[in-house]
């Protein structure tokens, strides 16, 4: 199974910026849809944002519209997510994942991902 290799997360302070990474070894990158989801301790795993590798559509969760900002490189096989303003709610462990989807779909949910990537830390200090 092809897994994710993420870059990025650690600590950072309320209302700074963070920027994670996503790459991907798929020989057809532009055929999915990636994106994130989030867990954080004693809660469910619940989606953050995806986008559509082929079309460039995105979906984002209403809590970090306007806050977060995902973009992919298909010349590096990378999505990226661009976090600012963040605060205590969006600490929490960011795994990566993709769902095969070459019609433009930007939609992701739990039981469509295909892959996973193992996880990184984000940390937010006061």
């Known amino acids: 199974q092809v897994q994710l290799v993420e870059s990025g997360g650690g600590l950072v302070q309320a209302g700074g910026s963070l920027r994670l990474s996503c790459a991907f070894s798929?020989?057809?990158?532009?055929?999915?849809?990636m994106g994130w989801f989030r867990q954080a301790t004693g809660k469910e795993r619940e989606f953050v944002v995806a986008?559509?590798?082929?079309?460039?559509?995105?979906d984002y969760s209403d809590s970090v519209k306007g806050r977060f900002t995902i973009s992919g490189d298909n010349a590096q096989n990378t999505v990226y997510l661009q976090m600012n303003s963040l605060n205590a709610e969006d600490a929490a462990v960011y795994s990566c994942?993709?769902?095969?989807?070459?019609?433009?779909?930007?939609?992701?949910?739990?039981?469509?991902?295909?892959?996973w990537g193992q996880g990184i830390q984000v940390t937010v200090s006061s």
């Open positions: 994942a993709a769902k095969f989807d070459p019609f433009g779909n930007p939609r992701i949910a739990l039981d469509d991902v295909h892959y």
């Open positions: 798929t020989r057809t990158f532009s055929s999915y849809t």
């Open positions: 986008i559509n590798l082929r079309s460039g559509s995105t």
